[in-house]
């Protein structure tokens, strides 16, 4: 099961639970038959349903200290950055204050532009080299032994799943929370493979071998998708084309089974805050970005304060956000409502499952419709019988 639903993360990795094995579409999976393996993830892996002893009965949004509007100030920041630049502002503002040592992060693979790396940033010019989206597939807690002995401490920026498997491991691991003093998280909708980067490349005319580099959003808001490849002549597709058409066709399975795409583990959690048109969808057309910022513990939102205070960060109250994150955040509403009928189908089908709560599952389900639920019933059941899932 957990090779199945396996996020990549590369936690059972470092503490050699498991081997990396790459299947068909370039997707790194932990593989072992070993008893350790299956007993580590059952503790720490967010298939196996741990952190949903953490998550909030109810509350689709997950809990929160404080929900906000921000931006950088720091406009060559905001306009370079995917969205508002508010996790970039945060690293900084931690470095230039040495509340911490490092920022672990992940960046672009210099020598594979699909590809991602762990990096650690000491400096400015290395937090702004991490800035932006990365949507391929990374393992950030791979090597996160290096991190957990010494005296030196760290803020850890990963995908939600990322850091729920290392809030997990901080419970049988006392060096987790000794070392790793701020986690920080955005909104995912799944990692795309290696083989859909590949097409993206393709449409846009660069191609993979002669790619020397890829930038999926930032300069704007989304911003576009930019190659450029080893004669210097630049590529560029639209954020429409580049992820609803081609990157989110082919994520992790995980990916479409996840309860927490929000980064509800996190102490700092930000999302796109898209405009909205007037038939209440979200605007994709260019302008100045905006992040809804999810404060999610009580030392995220003092961060969070002291950084607005110290100038780094924009802060404005946002009270609509339970009315208006449902219309431009719909995947991740419709993600998490649904999820208790998507198990469900599962279990009929005899297909196996993540271990979500129950209770959990209904408590969330109850924004929804029965009409709605039955109508996600049959979609995944068909989709199941195409093979599709």
């Known amino acids: ?34 008893k350790a393996f299956h007993s580590f993830c059952d503790n720490v892996c967010p298939a196996g349903g741990m952190q949903c002893r953490e998550l909030e009965k109810g509350t689709v949004w997950g809990r929160n200290t404080g929900v906000y509007l921000s931006h950088s100030t720091d406009e060559s920041i905001w306009f370079e950055a995917s969205s508002g630049g508010v996790l970039t502002s945060l690293c900084l503002f931690l470095l230039d204050n040495q509340m911490v040592d490092g920022i672990i992060q992940t960046k672009m693979d210099p020598d594979n532009p699909i590809g991602t790396k762990t990096s650690l940033s000491r400096t400015r010019e290395e937090i702004l080299d991490c800035c932006g989206s990365r949507y391929s597939a990374s ?64 449409k846009m005319g660069c191609g993979k071998e002669g790619c020397v580099y890829l930038r999926y959003r930032g300069d704007g808001w989304p911003g576009y998708a930019t190659a450029i490849d080893r004669h210097g ?5 639209d954020y429409r084309s580049a992820w609803r058409d081609t990157l989110g066709r082919d994520i992790r399975k995980m990916c479409r089974f996840c ?67 449902p219309l431009y955040q719909s995947y991740q509403y419709e993600r998490r409502t649904t999820m208790g009928t998507t198990i469900l189908a599962l279990k009929v089908m005899g297909k196996r499952y993540p271990k979500y709560s129950a209770e959990l599952l209904k408590s969330y389900g109850k924004r929804v419709g029965l009409k709605h639920k039955i109508s996600r019933f049959k979609g995944t059941i068909e989709r199941i019988t195409k093979k599709k899932l």
């Open 259 to 325: 309860l927490d795409g929000i980064g509800e583990m996190a102490d700092i959690s930000c999302g796109d805050a898209w405009y909205l048109g007037e038939d209440n969808k979200p605007l994709f057309s260019e302008a100045a970005g905006r992040n809804v910022v999810f404060c999610r513990t009580q030392c995220g939102k003092d961060l969070f304060f002291m950084a607005s205070e110290a100038g780094y960060l924009t802060k404005s109250d946002y009270p609509e956000f339970e009315k208006e994150l």
């Open 233 to 237: 002549v630049t590529f560029q597709l």
């Open 1 to 34: 099961m957990y090779t199945e639903f396996c996020t990549g993360c590369g936690l059972c990795i470092s503490q050699k639970k498991a081997q990396w094995e790459k299947d068909k579409n370039g997707f790194l999976n932990a593989v072992s038959n070993d």
């Open 139 to 202: 393992a950030p807690l791979w090597d996160i032994n290096d991190y957990l002995n010494g005296d030196e401490t760290y803020a850890f920026v990963g995908k939600p799943c990322d850091v729920t498997a290392l809030r997990n491991f901080a419970k049988i691991d006392e060096r987790v929370s000794d070392h790793i003093k701020y986690m920080f998280s955005f909104f995912c909708a799944g990692a795309p493979s290696e083989q859909a980067n590949i097409q993206l490349l393709d």
